[in-house]
C-alpha cells in the first residue's frame, strides 16, 4: 500500500482532491458564543470572519492520534507522512509531533511554513510522490521540496481582523493609521509578513498580480487563489494571471473557510503559486 498522506483543514483542499489522493484532513477548531466547531465536520455560520470574538484552535495530541492510527492502518504499514500549517501560527505542528512519538517513527511530520493552499499543495505534492510509489522519506523529501519552494501572497480590504488575530502584530505598526491602506502580504519563513502597502485595493491586486508573475519566473506552475467571500474578484484574478503566466499546468479556486477567514476577514483575496507539481487530479470534477 502507498504512504498516506494527512494535512490539516487549513489547506483548504477540496472533497474531490482528497478523495482521489487519499489525502485525510483533521478539523481545525472555531470557536464563539461558547461553542466549538470542527471545521470541514460541523455546521458553522456563515458570518464567522466579521463575527467579534471568534477564537480559533489547532488539532490536539488526541485527534491527529486517532487520524494518524488509522492513515497507517489504511498504509499497510508503509506510513504516513502528515503536512501541517506553520508551527508558528498554530500549534497543530507541535501537537502532531507529539502525537507521531507513539508511532516507532513510522509517521513523519511536516512543517509546511505556510498556511491555506500552500499547505494543500504541499499536501498534494507528497500525495503525487506517494502514488509514484515512493516510501515514506522520499514522500517526506517531497513535501519539504514542495513546501520550500511555494509563494504565498494575501491582499486584505480591512486591517481589524488581522489586527486582532495578532498574526501579523510585528508589522502592524508598518501599515499606518490610514484607513485606506491596502497591504499585500506574503508567507516568509512560517510568518505572515508585509510586502507592500498601497492606497487602493485595485493597484494592490495589480501588484500581487506581477509579484506572482514574477515568483513563476517563466515556468510551468500551479496557480491556486484563495478569497474570503469575494469569489468574482477571485475569478477574475484568475483570468488576469491566465493571460500573464507562460503555463498553468493546474488552477483551483477556494474559500479560505470560517477559521483563516476570521483571520483575514471578508474581501481578502490571495495568490498561491507553485512549481514540482504534476497537474492535479480531481479538480476537474469540481
Known sequence: MPVVVVTDSSSR?????????GIRQVPLHVSFDDKDYREGVDHIPDNVSSTPGVTTSGANPAELT???????????????????????????????????EKF????RIVDSRSVGLAVGFTAVAAAQAAAGGADRDRVYESAIRQAATVDSLLCVQQLDNLRQSGRISAASKLFGSALSIKPILHMVDGTLQLKERHRTFSRALDKMVDAAVESAG??????????????DTARDLLETLRGRLRMVTSELIVDLGPILG???????????????????EGIESL
Do not use: N
Open 104 to 107: 516507532s517513527g513510522l509517521v
Open 218 to 231: 517563466g515556468r510551468a506552475v500551479t496557480v491556486g487563489i484563495q478569497h474570503c467571500e469575494c469569489e
Open 262 to 280: 476570521s483571520h483575514v476577514g471578508p474581501g481578502s483575496v490571495g495568490v498561491v503559486i507553485a512549481s514540482h507539481l504534476d497537474p492535479i
Open 66 to 100: 486517532e487520524y494518524f492510527e488509522s492513515a497507517l492502518e489504511a498504509s499497510g504499514g508503509d506510513g504516513v507522512v502528515a503536512v501541517h500549517l506553520s508551527r508558528k501560527l498554530s500549534g497543530t505542528w507541535s501537537s502532531a509531533r507529539l502525537a507521531a
Open 13 to 21: 483542499l477540496p472533497e474531490s482532491v482528497t478523495e482521489h489522493y
